[in-house]
């Protein structure tokens, strides 16, 4: 599957040589985003209750909901070729972009806060789906390319909508000033990343 990643508002984009390297491990690759997938839906989870008043609306409860579920589906999806492929689940994950990322939260700061832990989660969708594109484009192994061609949507549509989510707690104007800074902070970030088969590693 072709795709290109123009529509996304990302600051850098990743060169085609990524996925020939992450590619190289395939296996390894898919373990890692069994972890990114499954951490997706815990954080999608985790803002369940975090609507600023005492109730949550029901457009609120339903997009974490919709979230967490694609998440989910997406970790059968991963764990069920990794299995098909020979490989298991790693003992253990870390992603050290996200962390990165997380870094950049005003922490305490209220709805300011919470914004930014919006678009925090929005930028690990884009990025995401930017690279199951550059996936997609895979020649060698069409079955991986399918399956991460097949993702690349429905992240388009996970990242839109934390930043839509972000836009009902804080005024629309604030909210693109601050995504603006993150998405140049962001391409800092993942250019920063150390090489290796993880869907957010750095160019070696």
Known sequence: MKSSPSPLPLRYFTPPEWAEQVLKEPLDLLSDQAYLEKKAANNALEFLNLWPSAAPPAHWLASVAAIARDETIHLQMALKLLAQKGGVLAR????????????????????????????VSALIEARSCERFMRLSENEGDTGLSRFYGGLVSSENGHYRLFVDMAKKVFPAKEVEHRWAQLLEAEAEIIRAQAPGPRIHSGMP
Not at 108 to 116: C, E, F, I, S, T
């Open 92 to 119: 253990s994950h870390k992603n050290p972009y996200a962390n990165d990322l997380r870094q950049l939260v005003r922490r305490g700061k209220g709805r300011q806060d919470m914004v930014d832990r919006l678009l």
